[in-house]
Nanobody, 125 residues
Framework: QVQLVESGGGSVQAGGSLRLSCVASGDTGSRNLMGWFRQAPGKEREVVAVMGRYTRRTYYSDSVKGRFTISQDNAKNTVYLQMNSLIPEDTAMYYC??????????????????WGQGTQVTVSS
């Protein structure tokens, strides 16, 4: 089993920045895929950014390209999401996920078998 705990969410004004953290514990060695997803009220959960833990290959949704950066510190079993130039449309619950790469790029949601509880990000104008 893998446990994921997100932190770093909060309320900021448009143009501000936040850095989300996700600490993983448990059987993480075989989980070669980490990702961030978000879900706003009334919308489907969508991918924000993903990273191969060992290849360092990344993928970003078009809506966050150039503003968000996913990174990791494997020694700490931690993945980060640096969010800059935040806009109200970024308001959502953000979830950390871990999984195993299934062979397609970008990865499929079904590749992610473990999810955190989420951390709320609210951006006001």
């Amino acid at each position: 089993q893998v446990q994921l705990v997100e932190s770093g969410g909060g309320s900021v004004q448009a143009g501000g920045s936040l850095r989300l953290s996700c600490v993983a514990s448990g059987d993480t060695g075989s989980r070669n895929l980490m990702g961030w997803f978000r879900q706003a009220p009334g919308k489907e959960r969508e991918v924000v950014a993903v990273m191969g833990r060992y290849t360092r290959r990344t993928y970003y949704s078009d809506s966050v390209k150039g503003r968000f950066t996913i990174s990791q510190d494997n020694a700490k079993n931690t993945v980060y999401l640096q969010m800059n130039s935040l806009i109200p449309e970024d308001t959502a619950m953000y979830y950390c996920a871990a999984g195993r790469y299934g062979g397609t790029w970008p990865p499929l949601r079904s590749d992610f078998g473990y999810w955190g509880q989420g951390t709320q990000v609210t951006v006001s104008s």
